[in-house]
Structure formats: C-alpha cells, structure tokens
C-alpha cells in the first residue's frame, strides 16, 4: 500500500529525478582519466552513485550525438557541461585522438571543470514535477 494514496493527497504530484552522464572519449586520449576522477568527485559530492556511460568515439555502437565531439566530452541529459563552439572536424582514421581542453577562468585544462559539471548534475537533480 502506498504511503501517500492519490485520493488523501490530491495535491501531490509525481516527482522524477532524471540524471543521465556520459562520458565521450577518443581513444588514446590522456586526459580521459582525469575526466572520469572529476565525475567520481562530483557524483560522491552530489551523493548520487558514480554511474556513466561511456562511448568510444571510434566504436561502430557510439550513437551519433556523441560522434565528433572532442576528447574528454561530458554530457548530463544530453547537454554538454561545457558548451561552445567546437572546432573539430571529422578525422582520418588513425589520426590520433582530439583531446579537447577547456577554460577554468584564466586557465586552459585538459577536462571539464568541475564546477561546470556539478552545475549540469545540480540542475539536473532538481525535481520534475509531472
């Protein structure tokens, strides 16, 4: 039996927490790691688990809104943490990875700033309410 049956509390509307990572990368990209050490820390803070998915640019299975993307890319719903304009172009296969960097104030750094991605997880655990 319900807690809170519909007819005691009419008022009360559905509420759903939708909070879905990925983390996109490029094959051989050494700043891959780093991204998923700040998703480890943004997630243990959030206090939600530390669960992504993760796509290989470069695998035939990697769906299309995560192609061409740079290296590291994180996604929270589908938003990139981080957006911009993205000057990758298609490349050559075995060409190498595109590691992506990012802007942090002043500074350039090699994933996403932590502060963009606990951001994008915060708006993201906000409730929707249905």
């Known amino acids: 039996m319900p807690l809170h049956p519909p007819a ?9 927490l939708k909070l879905h990572i990925e983390l ?8 891959v790691d780093l991204a998923r050490e ?8 959030a206090g939600v ?6 796509w290989n640019s470069e695998d035939p299975e990697c769906p299309a809104h995560a192609i061409n993307r740079g290296s590291p890319t ?3 719903n589908g938003e990139d943490v981080a957006p911009g304009p993205h000057p990758w172009a298609a ?6 990875p595109r590691c992506r960097v990012y802007r942090d104030g002043d500074s350039i750094v090699r994933a996403p700033p932590k502060s963009r991605v606990q951001e994008a997880v915060g708006a993201a655990m906000q409730p929707d309410v249905g």
């Open 38 to 45: 700040i998703l480890t820390q943004v997630c243990r803070d």
């Open 74 to 76: 994180v996604l929270v």
């Open 91 to 96: 490349r050559e296969p075995d060409a190498g």
């Open 49 to 54: 688990p530390a669960v992504w998915t993760e």
């Open 8 to 16: 005691r509390y009419p008022w009360r509307s559905p509420l759903s």
């Open 24 to 31: 996109v990368f490029d094959p051989g990209c050494p700043n």
